[in-house]
């Protein structure tokens, strides 16, 4: 049997992750020069110019060591983004070993440390990497000794590498084949393999990227997902390298794709097991999670006629997928739409970019909020309610109390900007926990937060006021009270209910004004005057008024230029599509975002 080594890269954004994984494919000669194109594993558009990587994908290797003897690399890539936790634990699964891998200039940021430590929970071998050694700037000191403090390794365990030039790739290489064990290879067991990506094919359904944990897996096997009881047949299966390579059988040990004609990612999820229906076995692999919608926010087309147009867009991107959820929803304001439910704030924008791209629908999206839990009593009996849509909150006088997410935040800064982060967490009604000074200026500070606070523009803030030196890590933490009330926001007496909010009771009255203040020079004025309110129940908590106007856009061109005038018209007409009628009330499309354009 061939020798395997299943590992994958650990790095914050930037740090040079794709980078390395280019020189790695290069020195073994997985891709040729013509064949190189930079950073290679990022491949969707949306990835590349946000420069993160959102899915995970793997490739395979032959690596040829220095004696000649033949080593098999599957290097398994991870997604670099909080909301992508729970796919990031089940690849770090597929793996024995990991390189972590850390920017000589930048030195640790909060992310790669919380993946780190779920890396040795899962009792990962770690390769410490010291990147961008040839940078002028770079504190191979300093930051080994961080490294040394957080993993307890010996400076002489760190690789000094340039993933740019190519210096210390050599060493890597073989320290990959050296440090991380290989895999145990059970192929007499039943199949359990592990499922750690997916993607959906129009024409051959879902491909499952799989790592065989037990047993062997053959071409033309009947297969069985367990979690969703899903079965199917392996029509094709195969390794993955630059393209999917088709073989006969996948083993223990093995990294690789299946394709069965899976109708949808929902009976395909990330992190079930897949086992064989001649022999199944058993139990699935412990971890297995569904996906929990943390974030939630209307989807509302501009055009009414374009709902179905929505809904099918929507049913698309689930296909490819299956963390996205959605139920329809009507609104008075903005008609038919859906409530969609996002992992977190990058799923949301980049379900919303993906809407806008692929689908070409004018979408007006709501301020996204999160879920609360609701005590309430009705007709003398108490009951608990989830809320996940501001308009849907209980009426106040039937609220017992209101239960919102916590979370534990992780914020790394350098040492001069630990007043900005402690008054940003306070302001967003924050609880300290403490801070841990590190080597080289840095200090890595723990708040408990409101979620609802951190959905808000809190990532913004945090690197504004640090000159995008921190970085932000959380974990879900518990359900607590607090005096949570809904503001809600009335137009000409109206109440538009995309615009209700839910908000702690301190800030509903700042919250209130600002909104009205900045409602004010969003909506253009109409021929008759437009009151502005904020209110919590029945009482109203601020105001501002839109003074009435005539406007006739074509007077000015006092009849002369036929062409001009239509031209006018055109634009004016172009304006209003991306409007929406309120009761009598023309509202820009943007109002309804207006929360997260305040200062
Ligand atoms: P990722 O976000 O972790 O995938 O990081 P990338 O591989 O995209 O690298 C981020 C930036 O750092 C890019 O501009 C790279 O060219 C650069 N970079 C990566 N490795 C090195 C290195 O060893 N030296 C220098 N000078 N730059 C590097
Ligand atoms: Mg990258």
Do not use: W
């Amino acid at each position: 049997m061939s020798q395997i080594r299943n590992f994958c890269i650990i790095a914050h954004i930037d740090h040079g992750k794709s980078t390395l994984a280019d020189r790695l494919l290069e020195r073994t000669g997985a891709i040729t020069e013509r064949e190189m194109h930079e950073q290679i594993l990022d491949d969707m558009d949306l990835e590349r110019e946000r420069g993160i990587t959102i899915k995970s994908h793997a490739i395979q290797m032959d690596y040829e060591r220095p004696g000649g003897e033949h080593v098999t690399f599957n290097l398994i890539d991870t997604p670099g983004h909080v909301d992508f936790a729970y796919e990031v634990s089940r690849a770090l699964k597929a793996c024995e070993g990991a390189l972590v891998v850390v920017d000589a200039a930048q030195g640790i940021e909060a992310q790669t440390i919380s993946t780190l430590y779920q890396a040795i929970e899962q009792d990962l071998e770690i390769v410490p990497v010291l990147n961008k050694i040839d940078l002028p700037g770079a504190d191979p000191e300093g930051v080994g000794q961080q490294i040394v403090d957080l993993i307890g390794c010996d400076h002489e365990d760190i690789l000094h590498v340039s993933a740019k030039t190519g210096e210390g790739i050599d060493e890597l290489l073989e320290a990959v084949v050296e440090r991380i064990p290989g895999p145990a290879r059970n192929t007499d067991k039943p199949l359990r393999a592990l499922i750690f990506d997916s993607v959906f094919n129009t024409y051959r359904g879902s491909i499952v990227y799989v790592r065989v944990m037990e047993g062997t897996l053959h071409q033309g096997d009947g297969i069985r997902f367990m979690a969703t009881q899903k079965e199917y047949d392996a029509e094709e299966i195969g390794h993955l390298k630059l393209k999917q390579v088709q073989t006969d059988t996948l083993e223990a040990g093995d990294v690789g794709y299946v394709i069965g004609s899976v109708k949808s990612l929902q009976d395909a999820r990330v992190g079930d097991t897949l086992t064989r229906t001649d022999n199944p076995a058993d139990e699935p692999i412990p971890g297995y999670q569904e996906p929990k919608p943390m974030v939630f926010s209307g989807l509302f087309p501009t055009q009414s006629d374009e709902f179905e147009d929505l809904r099918s867009a929507l049913e698309k991107l689930q296909l490819n997928d299956a963390s996205l959820t959605y139920q329809p929803e009507t609104s008075k304001a903005l008609g038919f739409g859906f409530r969609a439910g996002f992992l977190g704030m990058l799923h949301m924008e980049i379900v919303q970019e993906r809407l806008d791209r692929e689908f070409d629908i004018d979408i007006i999206t709501t301020v996204p909020n999160v879920e609360y839990e609701v005590h309430i009593t009705e007709k003398n009996e108490q009951k608990k309610v989830i809320v996940d849509n501001p308009s849907e909150m209980p009426d106040p006088s039937k609220v017992d109390a209101v239960y919102e997410p916590y979370i534990q935040a992780s914020i790394i800064t350098p040492s001069d900007y630990i007043g900005p982060v402690m008054k940003l967490c306070e302001e967003k009604r924050g609880k300290y926990v403490n801070q841990i000074h590190m080597q080289s200026q840095r200090v890595d500070i723990t708040y408990e937060l409101p979620m609802a606070e951190v959905v808000f523009d809190f990532y913004d803030r945090l690197k504004s006021g640090t000159r995008g030196y921190a970085s932000l890590d959380y974990e879900f933490l518990e359900y607590r009270q607090g005096d949570l009330v809904r503001l809600d926001i009335l137009l000409n007496g109206d109440p538009v209910d995309a615009l209700s909010s839910i908000i702690h009771r301190d800030k509903a009255y700042d919250l209130g004004r600002k909104l009205c203040k900045k409602l004010k020079e969003l909506i253009s004025q109409h021929q008759f005057e437009i009151p502005i309110q904020a209110a919590i129940g029945s009482q109203v908590i601020a105001r501002e008024t839109i003074r009435a106007i005539r406007k006739d856009v074509t007077a000015k061109c006092y009849g002369g230029d036929i062409s001009r005038k239509r031209k006018l018209l055109e634009k004016q007409k172009e304006g209003k599509k991306r409007m929406k009628q309120v009761g009598t009330v023309e509202v820009p499309q943007e109002a309804f975002l207006a929360v997260l354009s305040m200062d």
